[in-house]
């Protein structure tokens, strides 16, 4: 067996033995079908394939139509450019062995999907339950119908496909829908650190043309070097193909859009792109091979490029896609030229390690001109290691497994792979890092910013909800106070999250969308009403949640679904719950319990600190206090100092609660400290015109 076919087989094994151990956990799983879906779409977000993906398994009929969908991906309404959209149509067979997927299978769910296309434009989605979040989706397909131009059906199966490599487009209501066809092979491929290479056959979309170049000469044998220009035309058509995945290793790609560098190369491409060269810096680039001929005239030029990543000037290459796609500046792109230095890696296919450790540091020296922190190179940054080398090292209170933390993708897999070279040792393994002990990145940042009662960031999506926990981070990011206790709190965060996740699931009947949502919304007003007070010892004792905590979950599930879906009022609830006004509203809701969870609440050390279920006003009072990052009480601190008119006691009290903050809030406010300080943050937010409660979004 070949490399390359030893590789997909061992991608297969582990992907099927990861969604059947998953599927079959425990009451209230997941079906393998919706495992499958949320394996895929993960791998979709992490490589840029789509952004912000939701989960939806759903399917009926229409008429005499069937439909069926498994996710979708839509930009924000807030959104400049809402002329694409993606949806996920899955295929999943579940044998452990990969086998051949018929033609007509994969045409058939492709069909499906385009049924549900069709339908939602001509503005069916009435027809589906209501409370569904198809039907949520449905309505905005129809109310962006003038203004989409694609929808792209990410076609994913668990299956290979042998003749069948892609499905034609079809025309859809004046819309293209196109396929884009996923099969076991392309997703073990995608799953590499070095991701599906992007492949651009230049002189097919630049005239017959390569890029004109000159080599550099260079002793080391790591790398290829070449100064070449490339026509901003080149760069749209590649920036359209491929998105955010060209911007994969660029560690400015999730900087923000409307910064002064975007709007002065806005400026220069409408007003003078023949000037677009010599005013911008160019692009650096990086690549896995090129081909190189001379033409006509004798010169260099480029016709080929592998494994292509835009490592600095992301925003000049945005910005050029964004003047033609959405500006309409279709001729003054025409005359803009761009200068780049492209890096060919010459390291070994199996050193994927020096690979992107090169990469990395291309990119960050490149960058090195403007504000990027070393904390915008997230993988390998010092919390995530230090958190890595504790998974290795701290026991469960079985004595017999550990916690597996994943800080890159795929980890996981490899060193099962490498390390389980026999029967023998694969159980060995699997005995001591057990898959249900598996934590992602994303994962972690999931569970730790739901019961930081930010429910309407965890619904942004695994990325974006990444950034704003790695904000909430600060410098802990690069100088990690972690120990062994801090380890088991965290971890027992991710414990909390996935009991309440099987809680809800187990409640389908009665909670028919949204249940992601629900959880992180559930999670956080569990936080909210205990002020983040919760025993996280005994869940780790225990490895599990208490049965009461659970009792209430179940109690609390129905009305506060009820309030995600009610409070929407007719929006897109996926969407609404994105919102911090969903979150406001779900914190003024006065839930209550007839049990005791004050033995629940830890003993942290705060002899004032409220424990069990807080009054609602009271909660409100601790939660805008604990909501603060580290910088925010920094700067209310610095207010606090100069402003007239503060009793001294209440400076002491801010002064103390920015000690807790300083200390992961080891110990939580009592009641009169949060009333006394979240006066001073409301002053300082209305006074300051500063977003005091909520942390900056990323």
């Given at each position: 067996?070949?490399?390359?076919?030893?590789?997909?087989?061992?991608?297969?094994?582990?992907?099927?033995?990861?969604?059947?151990?998953?599927?079959?956990?425990?009451?209230?799983?997941?079906?393998?079908?919706?495992?499958?879906?949320?394996?895929?779409?993960?791998?979709?977000?992490?490589?840029?394939?789509?952004?912000?993906?939701?989960?939806?398994?759903?399917?009926?009929?229409?008429?005499?139509?069937?439909?069926?969908?498994?996710?979708?991906?839509?930009?924000?309404?807030?959104?400049?450019?809402?002329?694409?959209?993606?949806?996920?149509?899955?295929?999943?067979?579940?044998?452990?062995?990969?086998?051949?997927?018929?033609?007509?299978?994969?045409?058939?769910?492709?069909?499906?999907?385009?049924?549900?296309?069709?339908?939602?434009?001509?503005?069916?989605?009435?027809?589906?339950?209501?409370?569904?979040?198809?039907?949520?989706?449905?309505?905005?397909?129809?109310?962006?119908?003038?203004?989409?131009?694609?929808?792209?059906?990410?076609?994913?199966?668990?299956?290979?496909?042998?003749?069948?490599?892609?499905?034609?487009?079809?025309?859809?209501?004046?819309?293209?829908?196109?396929?884009?066809i996923w099969d076991i092979e392309r997703l073990s491929r995608l799953s590499d650190p070095k991701q599906e290479e992007i492949d651009v056959d230049i002189p097919a979309i630049n005239e017959g043309k390569g890029l004109p170049c000159l080599q550099v000469p260079e002793d080391d044998p790591a790398y290829e070097a070449y100064?070449?220009?490339?026509?901003?035309?080149?760069?749209?058509?590649?920036?359209?193909?491929?998105?955010?995945?060209?911007?994969?290793?660029?560690?400015?790609?999730?900087?923000?859009?409307?910064?002064?560098?975007?709007?002065?190369?806005?400026?220069?491409?409408?007003?003078?792109?023949?000037?677009?060269?010599?005013?911008?810096?160019?692009?650096?680039?990086?690549?896995?091979?090129?081909?190189?001929?001379?033409?006509?005239?004798?010169?260099?030029?480029?016709?080929?490029?592998?494994?292509?990543?835009?490592?600095?000037?992301?925003?000049?290459?945005?910005?050029?896609?964004?003047?033609?796609?959405?500006?309409?500046?279709?001729?003054?792109?025409?005359?803009?030229?761009?200068?780049?230095?492209?890096?060919?890696?010459?390291?070994?296919?199996?050193?994927?390690?020096?690979?992107?450790?090169?990469?990395?540091?291309?990119?960050?020296?490149?960058n090195s001109q403007n504000s990027v922190k070393d904390d915008d190179l997230e993988a390998n940054q010092p919390w995530h290691v230090a958190f890595e080398k504790l998974s290795r090292s701290v026991w469960a209170p079985d004595a017999q497994s550990q916690w597996f933390y994943e800080r890159s993708r795929g980890a996981y897999?490899?060193?099962?792979?490498?390390?389980?070279?026999?029967?023998?040792?694969?159980?060995?393994?699997?005995?001591?890092?057990?898959?249900?002990?598996?934590?992602?990145?994303?994962?972690?940042?999931?569970?730790?910013?739901?019961?930081?009662?930010?429910?309407?960031?965890?619904?942004?999506?695994?990325?974006?909800?990444?950034?704003?926990?790695?904000?909430?981070?600060?410098?802990?990011?690069?100088?990690?106070?972690?120990?062994?206790?801090?380890?088991?709190?965290?971890?027992?965060?991710?414990?909390?999250?996935?009991?309440?996740?099987?809680?809800?699931?187990?409640?389908?009947?009665?909670?028919?969308?949204?249940?992601?949502?629900?959880?992180?919304?559930?999670?956080?007003?569990?936080?909210?009403?205990?002020?983040?007070?919760?025993?996280?010892?005994?869940?780790?004792?225990?490895?599990?949640?208490?049965?009461?905590?659970?009792?209430?979950?179940?109690?609390?599930?129905?009305?506060?679904?009820?309030?995600?879906?009610?409070?929407?009022?007719?929006?897109?609830?996926?969407?609404?719950?994105?919102?911090?006004?969903?979150?406001?509203?779900?914190?003024?809701?006065?839930?209550?319990?007839?049990?005791?969870?004050?033995?629940?609440?830890?003993?942290?050390?705060?002899?004032?600190?409220?424990?069990?279920?807080?009054?609602?006003?009271?909660?409100?009072?601790?939660?805008?206090?604990?909501?603060?990052?580290?910088?925010?009480?920094?700067?209310?601190?610095?207010?606090?100092?100069?402003?007239?008119?503060?009793?001294?006691?209440?400076?002491?009290?801010?002064?103390?609660?920015?000690?807790?903050?300083?200390?992961?809030?080891?110990?939580?406010?009592?009641?009169?400290?949060?009333?006394?300080?979240?006066?001073?943050?409301?002053?300082?937010?209305?006074?300051?015109?500063?977003?005091?409660?909520?942390?900056?979004?990323?």
């Amino acid at each position: 067996m070949s490399d390359s076919r030893l590789q997909v087989a061992e991608f297969a094994l582990s992907l099927f033995e990861e969604i059947r151990e998953r599927a079959t956990d425990r009451a209230g799983s997941p079906s393998e079908t919706e495992c499958f879906t949320e394996t895929v779409l993960a791998m979709f977000e992490e490589a840029g394939v789509v952004e912000e993906p939701v989960q939806c398994v759903r399917s009926g009929r229409l008429g005499r139509l069937s439909w069926e969908i498994a996710g979708w991906s839509f930009p924000a309404s807030g959104e400049e450019d809402l002329s694409e959209g993606a949806i996920l149509a899955v295929h999943y067979i579940g044998n452990i062995d990969s086998e051949v997927v018929g033609a007509e299978d994969l045409r058939r769910q492709f069909e499906l999907a385009v049924n549900y296309i069709a339908a939602m434009l001509a503005g069916r989605s009435g027809e589906i339950a209501n409370a569904s979040d198809a039907a949520d989706l449905g309505r905005t397909i129809f109310e962006r119908r003038s203004r989409l131009r694609k929808i792209v059906v990410h076609l994913a199966t668990d299956g290979l496909t042998q003749r069948l490599k892609e499905i034609g487009s079809e025309t859809v209501g004046g819309i293209e829908v196109a396929c884009s066809i996923w099969d076991i092979e392309r997703l073990s491929r995608l799953s590499d650190p070095k991701q599906e290479e992007i492949d651009v056959d230049i002189p097919a979309i630049n005239e017959g043309k390569g890029l004109p170049c000159l080599q550099v000469p260079e002793d080391d044998p790591a790398y290829e070097a070449y100064l070449c220009v490339i026509p901003g035309t080149v760069l749209y058509q590649v920036y359209e193909q491929y998105g955010q995945r060209l911007l994969e290793l660029n560690v400015r790609a999730f900087l923000s859009a409307a910064g002064k560098v975007n709007k002065g190369i806005r400026d220069t491409i409408r007003v003078q792109p023949d000037r677009f060269f010599a005013y911008n810096n160019g692009l650096a680039l990086t690549a896995r091979r090129v081909e190189v001929r001379q033409n006509e005239i004798g010169q260099s030029e480029i016709v080929r490029i592998v494994g292509l990543q835009v490592v600095n000037g992301g925003q000049t290459t945005a910005s050029l896609h964004r003047a033609w796609k959405v500006d309409g500046a279709q001729a003054e792109v025409r005359k803009v030229h761009v200068q780049g230095k492209l890096t060919v890696i010459t390291t070994a296919d199996d050193d994927s390690d020096g690979f992107v450790d090169l990469v990395r540091s291309i990119s960050k020296y490149a960058n090195s001109q403007n504000s990027v922190k070393d904390d915008d190179l997230e993988a390998n940054q010092p919390w995530h290691v230090a958190f890595e080398k504790l998974s290795r090292s701290v026991w469960a209170p079985d004595a017999q497994s550990q916690w597996f933390y994943e800080r890159s993708r795929g980890a996981y897999a490899t060193t099962k792979l490498r390390t389980a070279s026999t029967r023998a040792r694969k159980l060995e393994f699997e005995r001591r890092w057990p898959r249900a002990q598996l934590i992602t990145k994303t994962d972690l940042a999931k569970c730790w910013n739901a019961w930081a009662q930010r429910p309407e960031v965890v619904s942004l999506g695994g990325q974006k909800n990444f950034k704003q926990f790695m904000a909430s981070l600060d410098d802990q990011v690069r100088h990690p106070r972690l120990d062994d206790a801090e380890f088991k709190r965290t971890v027992s965060r991710v414990i909390l999250f996935r009991d309440i996740t099987r809680v809800i699931n187990q409640l389908k009947d009665r909670i028919p969308a949204y249940r992601a949502n629900l959880v992180a919304y559930m999670v956080s007003y569990l936080s909210f009403r205990m002020t983040g007070n919760i025993d996280f010892d005994r869940i780790w004792e225990k490895q599990a949640v208490p049965e009461s905590v659970k009792e209430v979950v179940r109690g609390w599930a129905e009305p506060l679904y009820q309030q995600l879906t009610g409070s929407a009022e007719g929006r897109n609830v996926t969407e609404w719950c994105k919102k911090p006004e969903c979150w406001t509203g779900v914190r003024s809701l006065d839930l209550r319990t007839d049990l005791d969870l004050s033995t629940f609440s830890a003993k942290n050390g705060s002899a004032f600190a409220p424990t069990g279920l807080v009054d609602v006003d009271d909660a409100t009072a601790i939660s805008e206090c604990m909501r603060l990052t580290v910088p925010q009480w920094e700067r209310l601190m610095a207010w606090v100092m100069r402003a007239d008119g503060i009793h001294p006691t209440s400076r002491g009290v801010a002064s103390t609660l920015r000690l807790y903050a300083l200390d992961n809030w080891a110990r939580t406010p009592s009641v009169k400290q949060a009333r006394s300080a979240a006066k001073l943050i409301r002053r300082w937010s209305a006074e300051a015109g500063t977003a005091g409660q909520v942390p900056p979004a990323i």
